[in-house]
């Protein structure tokens, strides 16, 4: 839908400023595209290939090699439920069968609200705690079918709109860059680049 | 970085040249840092393979070339495109392992390949095929369902796609970003969904998309010009060289029952490294155009019909004769022949220069450099990638000489050169250079001059090569030629590539199609055409009224010449006028050679009969040599190619310095814009006219303005402008701000739908123009 | 269920705790928190007192072996660095997402400053002045807890410029990944640090050491790995050594998932704890769950082979557990009790690593979607007679022989990795895979749906 607005364009060269190519800021400002618009727009891609030097079809290529990029609306919140072994063998398919009963969605849908994308997901780092989920990457442990409807009714109500911010936002908190930033490497590296 | 001149004074021992190696336990000597793939090819074992190009770098990702290498915990498996040869490697080709594996590998591409061999344009020629045929494992064990995409999408206006049939080698992604410099195709989804896709919108518009098409090594890329055209079985090929401009891409001709049908780059070492431009690859349809003529046409009745070779070339005997008769030789001109073999060059150049006698010829049609240009010390592409430093003195390559632009990039962007460029507006190099000067219409020296101090150490380091040619058809050559001699005297040892556009110009000049004593060039001819002094006007393959940088200077030669004898493939605008028409062979239709930019003799080879009963435009000059009684020397193709060369053969490097007329561009009036006119890619010459894949890809003209200059005026991107001449013309066409475009210039492209040549005044030494919206 | 962001791994009866000393501090992960309890003391000693050879020296006589997955020792890697040849990098593999490995986003989560300390004392040991600490995408909160972890300790002088007021000037640009697996191994990682697809690149010619992140001469390290190095820095690599095995030194994280009565993440001594002692230990994981029996376990990850109840009292230590045929991998281990579908299971895992190939080599990207294809048609009942051995042989052209350590057909090891519980599983419960073949249906005794819901 649309390009970065201006603000985010000033936090875009700020992200740029940190890597020695700018090419290596691309993966984080697809997220800045994400968290802006809640998927990543093709005017946007189109605006990150600028701000990067390179082509569209470049920052597609790259999006599209990686899962969190959506390039279409999802809803306001993505339930991944884990299948993989660990939460498998706790009890993730049921999890996941029960998630799909209870929004009507199979994995991979949307519902028709707009409200929740549910997925079936790999291994979300939280094996000991399964079967587990996340919901715009914030986890939740041991989840019951009791506890998912719980969820649901929660997030439907902005209950945890304190812990959980709609989807898109991954951290809210930024790294900033300050003046003890030194830049010698960056500088060094650019000079190796340059003929 | 050690000092230079502090050189070793111990000889160094002669190091051994190459590695020693055994292939399946045969001894081979390889080259140090060859890749195993390579080396054993050339000790006879050829290794299966499917990403491997020896023009790109390797990315090892189909896996078919697998190959063991003894190792010293025995043998290992490893892929033979990305693994360097070693002292005493053992590489085991046919191991049952290895077998396994490349037999492996084989199925796991078919298992997703649609088996549609009969109604695909690679079956005949896939190398996928063929592996299957000798490496298969025959019927396969896949019996899931297979991958399933829209069959054929356009990725461009001349390239489609079948994503089914792609095996994901990766050489067309890597020929776009890697060798054309124009990652428009990329890679996207992953693993099992991976899939070469443009952006949406944003079409693989490179003016080297054909390439793709010949390197995939199934049938994913097709070529809509070629599409259905032919199974290769029905080819018949032979090898020539691309005459669409003068870099000299070496190329495979093939046709079918007496067509053209595709070109294909050949890999040549010194040339185009097996890559071709668009323009060359499809132009392949113009020759084929049923707009060619195919009969000598003469006037009668006030309109031009079909006639005899006997009658016409009567005809133009006695237009030839009624103009020396009225006022001596000197009345006979002849404008043209960069689109002729270096045999009907030399042809020509006998019958105008020596039959007829008069120096008024000259093949350069105004957008050229004097013929200096050619004396100078000359580098050849090679030497010029290789360089320390190359300079940029001309036109944007990308645009004028497009396999040139693919070599020069090449090393720009792997370092191997500084590439510093002097240009009016930004050019496809621009990127890659070092450093990148912007220098108004007539500055060029002055620019030279502050190089030359700036730059002193840089260009002291090594050898320096300029690639010279017109930047700007709408400023005297002269411009150049100060800031070449400028450059000239400032380094030692310049080396010169010369960036002239027209295919065989090269020939054409060393044939001697050039201004002889105290002859006119192209723009003195016209001019006395214009002023009734010209009695008989020879168009050799020349279409002034489109060519010529200066419209008004055309139209008024050709309507004051007495009468204009055309020597054509198709009839012009210019050709129109003629009296008399001669058809000549085309491109494929007649032997002989060419000369490139490097003054490299190439092979032209006939592939088909020539159209109608068009002929070889030598022959049409050792025809009327004979009618005018006159002794041509050239009896055959063989003796004409024998004059040739002895001409190329007498040729030697001058040690002159170029003359320095030291001269100024006139200052710019307060609200004028200078006018930089060069050419695109696509624009209105007749082989594109007459190629309909291509004739839709010129843009159209169009003027480029820095976003200040557009800004100032009001437009916005596509709005109409009117552009004034000094001469009170207008032309009016859409504007578009361009930060390639410096403040105080408009860039338009010569020869598009719209003629800025109707703007242009060829002898002012700038051409000044007012811009205001329309 | 529970809700709260983080859990607390299990107490460690034996042996010091390192890396997860502070993960009981409430505020251990706060700059305030972590200085209060001996944070940043080895990172002022290293700068202020030792050279960057007296650091590198400690980190060689610690043995520590890197903990990403390949167990090689971190000091030998950076010895690798060409001596000469700078701007060098060190860029951190946060991107833990191999199946049943649960240790680096506790880490990043719970003791952040300990892993940026660690990060600019290995800085400093090979003379590199800019990290690049890449984390998983799907972490949010670990990833916020370092964005102020970093901001803190850029403002207190930590890193930047002249770190605690010595002439040593470091940077770290913290960055995420956006979901891909491939992105952990490492040349994957470089690649997609350069803004690229994360597809693995050849080593060699590519070994980060000399020709990683463009191009320059890079390590690649493991949170866990770098997490170690304050407390190694404070007491010194020999005290290090001391602890575990000596082929396997120090403490090590292991997260232990499964059909377990108490699961959980465990900061064991390395190289001499049990698998036993883990899975049935009360102050470890209670046993397998309902008194069962174990069917299988894998030792370290989803790419590794499996083992049985035969390998249980092996030692958690590396050269041993690779000479028994599998690996310690990333410190995963996942146990499968007798209930367990061992079809289904190889089908998940297959399926994962068909999901998460890069796409770039042949028979990874065709071979691993065909086993899946395979398997779930198994499962569903379409079985045939010979999809056993075609199982084995697709297997065998990505994976030739079957053999441990893999020989593969392919860049990196993902695609052989889905060989693994093929390789397991057809071998050893053959007559699972024929059942499912003649008669639709897992046999009987085991749960078709893996498990029932847990709670
Ligand atoms: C397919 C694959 C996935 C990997 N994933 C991870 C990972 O998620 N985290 C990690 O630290 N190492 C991972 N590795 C290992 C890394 O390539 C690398 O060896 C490691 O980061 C080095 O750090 P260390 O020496 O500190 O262990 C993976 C390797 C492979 C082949
Ligand atoms: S083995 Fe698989 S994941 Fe690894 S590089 Fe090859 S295709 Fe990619
Ligand atoms: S030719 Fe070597 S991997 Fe493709």
Redesign the pocket.
């Known amino acids: 839908m649309a390009r970065l607005s201006d603000g985010n364009v000033a936090i875009a060269r700020e992200i740029i400023g940190r890597f020695p190519r700018p090419k290596s800021a691309l993966i984080p400002l697809l997220h800045l595209a994400q968290e802006q618009d809640g998927y990543v727009a093709e005017d946007a891609m189109a605006h990150i290939a600028d701000l990067v030097d390179v082509t569209p079809a470049e920052v597609f290529g790259t999006a599209s090699f990686y899962e969190m990029f959506k390039f279409e609306r999802v809803g306001r919140y993505c339930i991944n439920v884990c299948t993989n072994i660990s939460c498998q063998l706790m009890g993730g398919w049921e999890l996941l069968e029960h998630a799909e009963h209870k929004l009507g969605v199979h994995a991979g849908g949307t519902t028709a609200d707009g409200m929740f994308t549910l997925e079936d997901v790999e291994c979300i780092a939280a094996c000991t705690e399964a079967p587990a989920l996340q919901i715009n990457y914030r986890y939740r442990y041991k989840v019951s079918g009791a506890d998912f409807d719980t969820i649901i009714d929660d997030l439907s109500h902005g209950r945890l709109d304190h812990e959980i911010p709609p989807h898109g936002t991954l951290a809210r908190l930024r790294q900033r860059t300050t003046d003890r930033w030194t830049d010698i490497a960056v500088q060094a590296q650019k000079k190796v680049d340059s003929r | 970085m050690s000092d230079t001149d502090t050189e070793a004074t111990v000889p160094a021992p002669v190091p051994k040249t190459t590695v020693s190696i055994t292939v399946d336990g045969k001894p081979h000597e390889a080259n140090p840092g060859q890749l195993v793939i390579d080396a054993c090819e050339d000790a006879g074992v050829f290794v299966p393979r499917f990403c491997h190009h020896p023009r790109m770098a390797p990315v090892g990702m189909c896996r078919q070339c697998l190959v063991e290498v003894q190792g010293p915990r025995g043998p290992m498996m490893v892929v033979s495109c990305m693994t360097v040869v070693s002292a005493d490697q053992a590489v085991l080709t046919d191991t049952p392992t290895v077998k396994k594996a490349q037999e492996g590998v084989l199925e796991f591409l078919l298992a997703n390949h649609p088996l549609d061999c009969p109604v695909c344009d690679k079956g005949g020629e896939c190398p996928l095929q063929d592996q299957a045929f000798s490496h298969g494992p025959g019927e396969s064990r896949y019996v899931e369902a297979k991958r399933n995409y829209e069959k054929p999408i356009p990725i461009s206006d001349l390239v489609f796609l079948d994503r089914e049939r792609c095996i994901l080698c990766d050489r067309c992604t890597r020929f776009a970003k890697e060798v054309a410099g124009d990652p428009l195709i990329h890679f996207t989804s992953r693993g099992n969904d991976t899939q070469v896709q443009t952006f949406p919108g944003d079409p693989f518009s490179s003016y080297f998309s054909g390439n793709t098409v010949q390197i995939c090594p199934v049938g994913a890329l097709t070529a809509k010009p070629y599409r259905f055209k032919a199974r290769p079985w029905d080819l018949d090929q032979t090898r020539s060289t691309c005459t669409t401009c003068a870099v000299g891409c070496q190329t495979v001709v093939q046709s079918s029952r007496d067509e053209l049908l595709r070109y294909q780059g050949h890999d040549d070492d010194d040339v185009n490294w097996g890559w071709l431009c668009d323009k060359g690859r499809f132009g392949f349809e113009s020759p084929n155009s049923d707009q060619r003529l195919t009969d000598p046409l003469v006037v009668a009745h006030g309109s031009l019909s079909t006639t005899t070779w006997n009658a016409a070339l009567d005809a133009a005997t006695k237009l030839i004769k009624k103009a020396i008769a009225d006022g001596g030789p000197t009345k006979l001109a002849v404008i043209g022949g960069a689109r002729l073999a270096n045999e009907d060059a030399t042809a020509w150049a006998r019958l105008a220069k020596r039959v007829i006698g008069t120096p008024h010829v000259d093949a350069q049609l105004g957008d050229g450099l004097p013929v200096e240009l050619l004396g100078l010390p000359r580098a050849s592409i090679t030497e010029a990638c290789s360089a320390s430093t190359l300079v940029l003195l001309g036109p944007d390559l990308k645009e004028e000489l497009p396999v040139l632009y693919l070599r020069i990039r090449d090393a720009a962007e792997k370092r191997t050169i500084r590439l510093i460029e002097i240009s009016p507006t930004q050019t496809g190099l621009s990127k890659y250079a070092y450093t990148s000067i912007r220098s108004a219409p007539g500055e060029q020296a002055g620019a030279v001059r502050q190089l030359l101090i700036d730059e002193a150490e840089q260009l002291a380091k090594g050898q320096v090569v300029v690639v010279a040619g017109r930047s700007n058809l709408a400023e005297s050559p002269t411009f150049t030629m100060d800031a070449l001699a400028t450059l000239q005297a400032g380094v030692t040892g310049l080396k010169v590539l010369p960036a002239l556009r027209r295919g065989n110009i090269v020939g054409a000049i060393q044939a001697g199609l050039t201004p002889g004593d105290g002859g006119r060039d192209t723009a003195g001819i016209l001019r006395d055409a214009a002023a009734g002094h010209i009695g008989c006007l020879v168009l050799l393959g020349a279409d002034p009224l489109s060519d010529f940088p200066d419209y008004e200077l055309a139209r008024q030669g050709l309507a004051g010449a007495g009468s204009i004898i055309a020597i054509d493939t198709f009839l012009t605008s210019s050709s129109a006028m003629a009296t008399v028409v001669l058809p000549a062979a085309g491109y494929g239709e007649r032997a002989g050679s060419t000369t490139n930019i490097e003054g490299r003799v190439l092979p032209l080879t006939q592939k088909v009969n020539p159209k109608g009963v068009s002929r070889p435009d030598w022959m049409i000059a050792r025809d009327l040599s004979d009618r005018l009684g006159g002794d041509l020397g050239i009896e055959s193709l063989d003796d004409a190619h024998d004059l040739y060369m002895a001409l190329v053969a007498a040729l030697a490097p001058s040690s002159m310095p170029l003359s320095n007329s030291s001269s100024l561009p006139p200052t710019r009036g307060g609200y004028d814009l200078r006018l930089v006119v060069g050419h695109n890619l696509y624009d209105e010459g007749v082989a594109l006219r007459t190629s309909p894949s291509l004739s839709e890809l010129s843009r159209g003209a169009h003027a480029r303005l820095h976003p200040i200059d557009a800004g100032r005026l009001g437009a916005i991107n596509g709005t109409r402008v009117r552009i004034t001449a000094r001469s009170g013309r207008t032309l009016t066409i859409p504007v578009f701000a361009d930060d390639a475009v410096p403040q105080g210039l408009v860039a338009v492209a010569a020869n598009q739908r719209d003629q800025i040549s109707d703007l242009i005044d060829i002898h002012a030494v700038t051409n000044d123009v007012k811009v205001d919206l329309a | 269920m529970s809700m709260s962001q983080y859990l607390v791994p299990g107490l460690v009866p034996t042996g010091p705790k390192i890396v997860t000393s502070r993960f009981e501090q409430a505020d251990g992960y706060t700059y305030d928190g972590y200085v209060r309890s001996g944070g940043y003391v080895a990172l002022r000693k290293a700068v202020s007192s030792m050279t960057p050879e007296q650091v590198h020296g400690e980190v060689k006589t610690s043995a520590m072996?890197?903990?990403?997955?390949?167990?090689?020792?971190?000091g030998t890697?950076w010895g690798f660095l060409p001596p000469t040849v700078f701007p060098r990098y060190l860029v951190i593999?946060?991107?833990?997402?191999?199946p049943g490995?649960y240790k680096?986003r506790m880490l990043m989560e719970l003791d952040p400053h300990q892993l940026i300390e660690g990060i600019v004392i290995a800085c400093f040991a090979f003379n590199a002045n800019h990290a690049f600490l890449y984390v998983?995408g799907e972490m949010a909160f670990a990833q916020e807890r370092l964005a102020q972890a970093v901001n803190d300790a850029y403002a207190n002088g930590l890193v930047g410029k002249h770190v605690c007021g010595t002439d040593f000037s470091c940077d770290i640009t913290l960055t995420w990944g956006a979901g891909a697996?491939?992105?952990?191994?490492?040349?994957?990682?470089i690649e997609s640090l350069e803004g690229n697809r994360g597809m693995?690149r050849l080593k060699p010619p590519f070994f980060p050491a000399s020709k990683g992140l463009y191009m320059q001469p890079t390590i690649?390290?493991?949170?866990?790995?770098?997490s170690n190095l304050p407390w190694i820095i404070n007491q010194g690599g020999q005290a290090f050594h001391d602890e575990g095995a000596p082929t396997s030194t120090g403490m090590r994280m292991f997260a232990v998932s499964g059909h377990l009565n108490t699961p959980g993440v465990f900061e064991v001594p390395n190289g001499t704890t049990t698998f036993r002692m883990l899975i049935e230990a009360p102050e470890y994981c209670g046993g397998v769950r309902h008194g069962r029996k174990v069917k299988a376990f894998i030792p370290g990850g989803a790419?590794a082979m499996w083992f049985y109840e035969e390998h249980l009292d092996l030692p958690l230590d590396k050269p041993t557990v690779d000479k028994a045929g599998s690996m310690l991998g990333?410190g995963a281990i996942v146990v499968m009790d007798e209930t367990t579908d061992m079809v289904k299971a190889c089908w998940r895992i297959v399926r994962f690593f068909a999901r998460?190939s890069c796409g770039k080599c042949t028979p990874c990207r065709e071979g691993t979607t065909w086993l899946e294809r395979i398997l779930k048609r198994i499962i569903d009942g379409h079985g045939r007679q010979d999809d056993l051995d075609l199982l084995l042989d697709v297997s065998d052209n990505i994976s030739p022989g079957l053999a441990w350590p893999p020989r593969q057909t392919t860049i990196?090891?993902?695609g052989p990795?889905a060989v693994s519980p093929i390789a397991s599983a057809v071998m050893r419960f053959r007559p699972e895979f024929e059942h499912y073949i003649q008669h639709g249906r897992p046999i009987d005794g085991v749960e078709w749906h893996g498990a029932s819901l847990h709670v």
């Open positions: 072996q890197g903990r990403g997955g390949a167990g090689f020792p971190a890697k593999n946060g991107d833990e997402s191999e490995t680096d998983r697996y491939i992105v952990g191994e490492e040349t994957a990682l693995p690649v390290n493991n949170v866990e790995t770098l790419s990333s998460e990196c090891p993902l990795s």
